[in-house]
């Protein structure tokens, strides 16, 4: 039911942006308070930059390399990585154990 509110009022602000009403009269004119379709706006928004970001992180057509090096590690070696994770942008994730 949750999701199903979610997508209705998103739909409303995709109505309101097509209306080119202000926020406060597009709300009164679906019965909700300013405060509250304010808040979908927003909402909405934030969802749009979330996805954006997920985009751009989006994997490259580099592959990700993992090397392990558990296997060469000593156990009086502990200040090396065992597990290096190299991502298509130069990120690189150390993780050790």
């Given amino acids: 039911m949750k999701e ?3 997508e209705a009022m998103f739909a409303k602000v995709s ?3 097509q209306s080119g ?3 406060r009269e597009f709300a009164a004119s679906t019965g909700l308070t300013k405060s509250t379709f304010g808040y979908w706006v927003r909402k909405k928004r934030e969802m749009s930059k979330k996805k954006a970001s997920f985009v751009e992180l989006a994997p490259s057509s580099k592959p990700m390399q993992i090397h392990d090096s558990f296997t060469e590690t000593r156990l009086s070696d502990r200040h ?3 597990i290096v994770i190299t991502f298509a942008s130069g990120m690189t994730v150390q993780i050790y154990g």
């Fill in 4 to 6: 199903s509110k979610t």
């Fill in 80 to 82: 090396q990585a065992s």
């Fill in 15 to 17: 109505e309101w942006k």
């Fill in 21 to 23: 009403k202000s926020v």
